[in-house]
């Protein structure tokens, strides 16, 4: 809000404004649909069970993302040396 206020009063940068709130009334039109279908919509319960391989892959990629979490030196020195 004091961005685009400082760019009104600035004068000269009118239409960046112009621009910015209707980007951002597009913004708030898909985040409502969003809001919507999660709260507002019935939907279908079913969730197929994982298969094996891809539980595993999933839990390979989310030790990686603890791991350099944790140590994120481990994957700098790789890329650097």
């Known amino acids: ?26 913004s708030v039109y898909y985040y409502f649909r969003v809001i919507q279908a999660m709260y507002f919509k019935e939907g279908n319960p079913e969730i197929e069970p994982l298969t094996p391989g891809f539980r595993w892959i999933l839990g390979a990629i989310a030790a990686t993302v603890v791991i350099l979490g944790v140590s994120p030196n481990l994957i700098l020195q790789f890329l650097y040396f």
């Open 1 to 26: 809000y004091y961005m685009l206020a400082s760019a009104i009063k600035s004068g000269s940068y009118f239409w960046l404004v112009i621009f910015a709130v209707l980007c951002a009334v597009i």
